[in-house]
């Protein structure tokens, strides 16, 4: 596995990554309603690409397919951490999260979900507080969390 910069080409593989591991991984935590509102399989592409374009972004590569990505932007908001559903706990995110983590001085935010929360906590990460999002009339829980450099 090696990691590198994210490329438009990989924006439409990096969508299907994060709708199947929504809906696999995640499925433990939250219902399906919560997840068909949260990954809806429709993505806009467009909207992605351009997101991806203005953090820095990067993805792991396994066999030559995308088993990971990651961005965070320049104030220190982590965005999206996914993991394929097949490369969970091979240290793929351990190692897009150290990169992501080295690019950025200060403290650093995300809000991460029911799942993520025990990973992001071994990483030093601390909650703040619960949060309801919602989407569509539909609430999910996530956590502000936040860890000091």
């Known amino acids: 596995m090696f990691v590198r910069g994210y490329q438009m080409s990989d924006c439409k593989e990096i969508t299907e990554l994060f709708y199947n591991t929504v809906h696999t991984i995640n499925a433990k935590d939250y219902t399906k309603e919560q997840l068909d509102v949260w990954a809806t399989g429709q993505a806009d592409l467009e909207k992605w690409n351009q997101s991806l374009q203005e953090h820095y972004s990067i993805v792991a590569i396994d066999n030559k397919i995308i088993v990971g990505f990651g961005d965070i932007d320049k104030d220190g908001y982590l965005d999206r951490l996914f993991v394929h559903s097949n490369y969970q706990g091979k240290g793929v995110a351990t190692a897009i999260c150290n ?45 502000v969390m936040i860890k000091e450099q």
């Open 99 to 143: 990169q992501l983590e080295q690019a950025v001085d200060g403290k650093i935010t995300t809000y991460a979900s029911i799942t993520a929360k025990p990973f992001f906590e071994k990483r030093g990460y601390k909650v703040v507080k619960e949060r309801q999002v919602e989407r569509q009339g539909i609430f999910l829980t996530n956590y």
